[in-house]
């Protein structure tokens, strides 16, 4: 079955970066799209960024565009997230998602997620 | 991007419906037919119930369904079970490809 395991979280101080990474297995990698979807501690889902199957075509939330790249090695089956300029309001728990059909934009399967913690 | 709005909290009792709904704007609910449920319990990664407003993915329980009048989405549960004690989120596309996610309800069996 598909497994997506995300790594790379931690406690990092304001301002400093952060890179994450999704190993996918049990699916055909290269032929889906990824996005990366964040939950803050007791709080809701919020999308934060979306990469084709080929790494052709990226989109990103306003919250991130510009400090967030997506990115993915398909001779890896791996996805990124390498965030820089971390703030406080970016701590939450990052999950690594497939797209089934974009815009269509529904997650068929989730990571267990990673913790980042913005905090000095 | 705002969120969609849902109700914090739903609730009922073993065996009866509940209706849970997602509203937003002619931007997003009610511009496009990409809505998303998903549920999650707590700890838990999320789960997706319902997508393109009303399609059931396989085997998810056919007491989940989904509709959508206007700006609004809902999410039914019918005959509810202890085990659908969870917080529920919709999403929508919201065109100029983002993605909008509802600030989640949680339904209590009660």
């Known amino acids: 079955q598909v497994q997506l395991v995300e790594s790379g979280g931690g406690v990092v101080q304001p301002g400093r970066s952060l890179r994450l990474s999704c190993a996918a297995s049990g699916l055909k990698f290269r032929n889906y799209g990824f996005h990366w979807v964040r939950q803050a501690p007791g709080k809701g889902l919020e999308w934060v960024t979306f990469?084709?199957?080929?790494?052709?075509?990226?989109y990103y939330a306003d919250s991130v565009k510009g400090r967030f790249t997506i990115s993915r090695d398909n001779s890896k089956n791996t996805l990124y997230l390498q965030m820089d300029s971390l703030r406080a309001e970016d701590t939450a728990v990052y999950y690594c998602?497939?797209?089934?059909?974009?815009?269509?934009?529904?997650?068929?399967?989730w990571g267990q997620g990673t913790l980042v913690t913005v905090s000095s | 991007q705002s969120a969609l709005t849902q109700p914090p909290s739903a609730s009922g009792s073993p065996g009866q419906s509940v209706t849970i709904s997602c509203t937003g704007t002619s931007n997003d609910v009610g511009g496009y037919n990409y809505v998303s449920w998903y549920q999650q319990h707590p700890g838990k990664a999320p789960k997706l119930v319902i997508y393109?407003?009303?399609k059931r993915p396989s085997g998810v329980p056919d007491r989940f369904s989904g509709s959508k009048s206007g700006n609004t989405a809902s999410l039914t549960v019918s005959g509810l079970q202890a085990e659908d004690e969870a917080d529920f989120y919709c999403?929508?596309?919201?065109?100029?490809?983002?993605?909008?996610f509802g600030g989640g309800t949680k339904l209590t069996v009660l």
């Open positions: 393109e407003v009303s």
């Open positions: 999403s929508s596309y919201a065109g100029s490809n983002n993605l909008v």
């Open positions: 990469i084709w199957y080929d790494g052709s075509n990226k």
């Open positions: 998602v497939t797209d089934a059909s974009w815009p269509a934009g529904y997650f068929p399967h």
